[in-house]
């Protein structure tokens, strides 16, 4: 599944396919799964990454990259979990709990998808 | 005060030593453990501005982030080699796509290594304080290693520090590089991105760093080179 346009929300988002837009969560976690391809800002109190990102993240809480995982883009968090094999290209930059996700722009309402609980953007499962 | 001006107060000892004799390059605990006064100087150099902006050249890690950030630096990282094995892959399958005969086709050494830098090491002018560069330049290709240093030399500020290391023989593995602390590295194997092109001697590497100022040179026990060069 591919999805075009900015999503935000309120809840967890499990992202397992393509998505391009800014996504913006005021709570909860976002995981870009290791099937997962995001061109995208995100920001998020907690953010995930398994797959492939391309655009800035910026987390509330803590930002946590998989051994697997490929960020191209800027970091800021006030945690941030780098496993080995983990592959980044940016900037990284640490900021107090709680500053980072609050200072990125929402999405426009017209191009919102709003989501009120565990959401999953990708294939269905079998 | 300056990072000229520190280094100038330093000039004493500079020509009394400038190639020190390392220190022990691997500690009994562990092979993989490696001192690196290279970096315990590149830290001195460049602690007058706690703010500065580091740029990793190599793999990510954890605890490379940690150091840097905790001691107030803003640490950018870009694994050039990964990058240029990525990019040359990208091209071949590009270039076996193209029918045969198209002459268009043809690129040169030189043409590839112009092509990677419109993507890589894409920052401002005189961003950067201070440069890593483990196990990097003598594994670069002979056309690409030039446009690479002078690329780094226009993103390094004035006065900037660029710490690299260099092989005196070919290694038997290829490490990535964590920081441990401000004087130690944990060496890392690592599957092998790029053959070693060459073992470079000492005048090569002042050569390879024409635009800068030479610093120190620190040789290991395990006859790695670290080399530290200001802009």
Same mark, same amino acid.
């Given at each position: 599944?591919?999805?075009?346009g900015?999503? =935000?929300?309120?809840?967890? #988002?499990?992202? %397992?396919? *393509?998505?391009h837009?800014?996504?913006? #969560?005021?709570?909860?976690?976002?995981t870009?799964? @290791?099937?997962?391809?995001v061109t995208?800002?995100i920001?998020?109190p %907690?953010?995930?990454? %398994?797959?492939?990102?391309?655009?800035?993240?910026?987390?509330?809480?803590?930002?946590?990259?998989?051994?697997? =995982?490929?960020?191209?883009g800027s970091?800021?968090?006030p945690r941030?979990r780098? *496993?080995?094999g983990?592959?980044?290209?940016?900037?990284? %930059?640490?900021?107090? @709990?709680?500053?980072?996700?609050?200072?990125s722009?929402?999405?426009? @309402?017209?191009?919102?998808?709003?989501? =009120?609980?565990?959401?999953?953007?990708?294939? @269905?499962r079998? | 005060?300056?990072?000229?001006?520190?280094?100038?107060? +330093?000039?004493?000892?500079?020509?009394? $030593?400038?190639?020190?004799?390392?220190?022990?390059?691997?500690?009994?605990?562990?092979?993989?453990?490696?001192v690196?006064?290279g970096?315990?100087?590149?830290?001195?150099l460049?602690?007058?501005?706690?703010?500065?902006?580091?740029?990793?050249?190599?793999?990510?890690f954890?605890?490379?982030?940690?150091?840097?950030?905790?001691?107030?630096?803003?640490l950018?990282?870009?694994? /050039?080699? !990964?990058?240029?094995?990525?990019?040359?892959? $990208?091209?071949?399958?590009?270039?076996?796509?193209?029918?045969?005969g198209?002459?268009?086709?043809r690129v040169?050494?030189?043409? /590839?290594?112009?092509?990677?830098?419109?993507?890589a090491?894409? &920052?401002?002018?005189?961003?950067?304080?201070?440069?890593?560069?483990?196990?990097?330049f003598? &594994?670069?290709?002979?056309?690409?290693?030039?446009?690479?240093?002078?690329?780094? &030399?226009?993103?390094?500020?004035?006065?900037?520090?660029?710490?690299?290391?260099?092989?005196? !023989? $070919?290694p038997?593995?290829? +490490?990535?590089?964590?920081?441990?602390?401000s004087?130690?590295?944990?060496?890392?194997?690592?599957?092998?991105?790029?053959?070693? $092109?060459?073992?470079?001697?000492? !005048?090569?590497?002042?050569d390879?760093?024409?635009?800068?100022?030479?610093?120190?040179?620190?040789?290991?026990?395990?006859?790695?080179?670290?080399?530290?060069?200001l802009?």
């Amino acid at each position: 599944m591919k999805i075009r346009g900015d999503i =935000s929300g309120d809840c967890h #988002l499990i992202i %397992e396919g *393509e998505t391009h837009g800014k996504i913006h #969560l005021a709570n909860g976690r976002v995981t870009v799964a @290791p099937s997962g391809r995001v061109t995208a800002d995100i920001a998020a109190p %907690e953010i995930v990454i %398994e797959g492939n990102v391309q655009g800035n993240l910026q987390a509330r809480d803590n930002v946590r990259m998989g051994s697997a =995982s490929h960020v191209q883009g800027s970091l800021l968090s006030p945690r941030i979990r780098i *496993e080995d094999g983990a592959r980044f290209r940016g900037k990284v %930059e640490m900021t107090r @709990p709680g500053h980072a996700a609050d200072s990125s722009a929402r999405a426009t @309402p017209a191009e919102d998808r709003e989501v =009120s609980s565990t959401a999953i953007v990708g294939t @269905p499962r079998g | 005060m300056d990072w000229t001006a520190k280094q100038r107060l +330093n000039s004493t000892a500079t020509a009394r $030593a400038t190639v020190k004799p390392g220190p022990e390059s691997a500690t009994p605990a562990s092979a993989n453990i490696r001192v690196s006064n290279g970096l315990k100087e590149f830290l001195w150099l460049i602690t007058d501005n706690g703010q500065g902006k580091i740029l990793d050249l190599g793999a990510v890690f954890q605890s490379t982030v940690m150091f840097f950030i905790e001691k107030g630096f803003r640490l950018s990282t870009e694994d /050039l080699l !990964r990058s240029w094995k990525e990019f040359l892959l $990208a091209e071949e399958e590009s270039l076996r796509k193209t029918p045969v005969g198209d002459g268009s086709a043809r690129v040169s050494q030189g043409m /590839l290594a112009g092509k990677f830098l419109d993507t890589a090491l894409q &920052y401002p002018e005189d961003y950067f304080h201070g440069v890593l560069a483990w196990d990097l330049f003598d &594994y670069l290709d002979a056309e690409l290693l030039p446009r690479v240093m002078e690329r780094i &030399y226009t993103v390094m500020r004035p006065g900037g520090a660029v710490l690299a290391s260099f092989h005196s !023989r $070919a290694p038997e593995r290829f +490490n990535r590089y964590k920081v441990v602390d401000s004087q130690t590295l944990e060496l890392v194997p690592t599957p092998t991105l790029a053959v070693h $092109a060459r073992v470079f001697q000492n !005048r090569e590497i002042l050569d390879i760093f024409g635009k800068f100022r030479s610093s120190k040179t620190f040789v290991g026990r395990d006859q790695v080179r670290e080399a530290l060069f200001l802009k």
